[in-house]
């Protein structure tokens, strides 16, 4: 699927957030977006999962305006992981990934022996298949960042929205979390913090800065130490191992 915004702009009251946003992704890109904290990134998530709607432009999958998509519809094209997922009410890890089903079934329609399998596959993909009988609550923050993604992969959508998924991960979910996002092949749009983290899994980025695109390109094109000066305001070398991966280092 691909996923198209035009021209976005929304504001906060006065505060103009995003100042004209138009990104691209093609069939099955792993897209990133960087920038630095209020930089707009989030915000631009928020309207194409129609948590925000813009007060200009629009956002598009495979060509068709998502404002006159139904909600439920849309919902089994694009998958969210947010960054923050409070509930009301006590579920269980199971309940919180049975959630995913919800848009593929039909009011008060039943869970059955289909949803249940995707379910136990969705979990034992993020490694919580111990913890489908504990309260989601008492979950540390990553476990809890892991169910969600279980949520998202039992609800089995062309496209992945993610915003800074491994906020409260250790390196080794980091990575595995990133791994099998990669591996699905599917479209994905992610917020990213760690830009080593980008260089490693996306195809492309897009870099924003003030609300507006500063930047794009593959991550070898992009992540100069020039832009990344230009971006953070900080001082960072580019380095590639003996596999030919890209590691960017910062310093003084």
Known sequence: MKINTEDLHLFYGAKEILKGISIQSKEKEFIGLIGPNGSGKST?????????????????????????????DSARKLAVVAQHNHYNFDFTVQEIVMMGRSPHKKALERDNAGDHAIVKEALQAVGMSEFADRSFSTLSGGEQQRVILARALAQQTPCLILDEPTNHLDITHQLQLMRIVKNLNVTVISAVHDLNIAAMFCDRIYALKDGRIAGEGTPESLLTPEFIREIYDVEAEVVKDKKGQMHILFVE
Not at 44 to 55: E, G, H, M, V
């Open 44 to 72: 631009l998530l928020k309207c194409i999962y129609r948590t925000l709607k813009p007060d200009q432009g629009a956002v598009y999958l495979d060509g068709e305006e998502l404002s006159t998509i139904r909600v439920k």
